[in-house]
């Protein structure tokens, strides 16, 4: 909508001027009044932003859509100089904010995390493990953005977090699927016969939900398909602690998955953290209908063996930690609070000693393009200052808590190579992995009958959560709104839903 109004009205005036012989209007960048060169550059940026919108462009070429949004930087410089910083400070508070935000985010992707240990499975799936500062807590279905510089320095991408941040305090894990070029290539790094001892990371996040609600309902259903069950790994560790260590009532879980090939049910295993779980599972009722729909029997092939791979962090790979520490919430107030004031005191000070004399005591009128990219400045250089100081504070209480993990944990376990395979088989022989293989049933050759699944629950109170392909989650969103069944209770987990 606001492309097509920006458009219309750019238009519109080019129009206007070719009508009355004005051209030349185009090419004028007044000192004074609105500039029509730079509005001219911020259509520009913002057509090019969205022309890669489409879907087809998106899909198909989704780096070149990613790279492009970048011209955002050019689209809200140029409109503030295209309208002069008075009109602009309409939008102050939701750009002010959205500066903080963007610049706490660089602050926190520059740091290289420590990266403790991965599991291979087949499908070209692993599981990513960090460590991460016992003060840092999120609830389930977060995510979090990964950046890997050997494969690329710019690409950022969102992965789900499956571990819970109450069973494994000191430990963060994401699950990634072999589906794109970037994810292939970070599989066949890990993969590779000459193992690596250490893997350069970055992250950014973890972000996600305020609050969960999935212990109000009497029996949760979590339906996925392929990658999809990533999610739900995090719901069902955050149950298994709330069973086991608070000892709270649990919701029944049943969990209906659905896979393309019997290699993708060792995502199943992934239930289970690679440490720290819960010698035992009694109090967690927990049912998994998992279908493997390309395939009419089970298929077993020997090589096709877990993988677990140690590293060997260095002493500067930090622990994933808030970039706030714990507070986050109240050092985000002061940083806004203090850096606005910074903002109006220096901003008074310019417009005094440099702005004022050259607008009252002379002929001449001060430059609107100027005076609108010295408030920018000024901005910019109050918010990087304010909240530099605050990150560099809780970085040094971050780095005393990492020492103290670095102590506790060791690069690999004691008498083990850097990495090693073993079998399913042998890794489900604990007890928990005992009570997941009882609670699960595989089917072969055939899809879920979601609609009759969902209406069997017959308990007052179900939550329905999806994750997985389009037309799977549109297929149990028609269910659940029916109203043919007053006790299903849609749960969505999407930011786009």
């Not at 500062?133 to 977060?142: D, E, I, K, M, V």
Request: aromatic fraction near 12%; include cysteine.
């Amino acid at each position: 909508m606001v492309m097509t109004l920006f458009t219309a009205h750019g238009v519109c005036y080019i129009i206007f001027w070719a009508v009355t012989n004005n051209i030349s209007e185009m090419l004028q960048w007044a000192k004074i009044g609105i500039s029509n060169v730079a509005g001219e550059l911020a259509l520009l940026s913002g057509l090019a932003m969205w022309a890669t919108t489409f879907p087809p462009i998106r899909r198909k070429f989704f780096e070149l859509f990613f790279y492009t949004h970048y011209l955002y930087i050019l689209f809200v410089v140029f409109f503030v100089f295209h309208v002069g910083i008075s009109y602009s400070l309409i939008m102050l508070p939701s750009f002010y904010l959205f500066v903080v935000d963007r610049y706490l985010r660089f602050l926190q992707s520059r740091r290289a995390v420590r990266l403790v240990s991965a599991r291979m499975l087949p499908g070209e799936t692993v599981e990513l493990n960090f460590s991460k500062a016992p003060g840092l807590s999120y609830n389930p279905t977060s995510i979090m953005f990964i950046n890997v510089p050997s494969i690329s320095k710019l690409q950022w991408h969102p992965f789900t977090v499956t571990s819970s941040s109450n069973l494994e305090p000191e430990k963060l894990s994401v699950v990634i699927k072999g589906e794109g070029s970037w994810s292939k290539k970070l599989y066949q790094v890990l993969s590779s016969p000459s193992s690596i001892d250490r893997l350069d990371v970055s992250v950014e996040g973890p972000y996600g939900p305020v609050s969960t609600h999935f212990l109000r309902h009497d029996t949760l259903v979590m339906v996925s398909g392929g990658s999809g069950i990533t999610p739900f790994i995090s719901v069902i560790r955050e149950l298994m602690y709330a069973s086991t260590v608070t000892k709270c009532k649990t919701p029944q879980v049943i969990l209906i998955c659905s896979f393309k090939n019997s290699s993708d049910l060792t995502m199943l295993d992934l239930l289970l953290p690679i440490s720290g779980t819960p010698t035992e599972l009694p109090n967690l009722k927990l049912q998994i209908e998992a279908y493997v729909t390309r395939e009419k029997q089970p298929t077993t092939d020997n090589s096709k063996l877990i993988r677990a791979l140690w590293f060997k962090p260095l002493a500067t790979d930090a622990p994933i930690s808030s970039v706030l520490g714990p507070n986050r919430w109240l050092w985000l107030g002061a940083i806004i609070s203090s850096s606005f004031i910074i903002f109006l005191i220096l901003i008074g000070i310019v417009g005094s000693y440099y702005i004022y004399p050259i607008d009252h005591n002379s002929n001449q009128i001060f430059s609107f393009t100027l005076r609108a990219f010295l408030n920018m400045l000024v901005l910019c250089v109050s918010i990087a200052a304010t909240a530099s100081a605050a990150v560099l504070w809780n970085k040094k209480q971050n780095a005393k808590e990492a020492t103290q993990i670095q102590h506790m944990e060791g690069s690999t376990p004691a008498g083990s190579p850097n990495s090693w395979f073993y079998n399913a088989d042998r890794e489900l022989e604990s007890l928990p992995r005992q009570s997941l293989i009882q609670a699960t049933i595989v089917h072969y050759g055939k899809r879920p009958e979601l609609k009759r699944m969902l209406f069997e629950c017959k308990e007052s109170s179900v939550g329905v959560l999806v994750s997985g392909p389009k037309r799977m989650r549109h297929e149990v969103a028609t269910i659940c709104s029916s109203g043919l069944a007053a006790n299903l209770h849609f749960e969505s987990i999407s930011f786009s839903w």
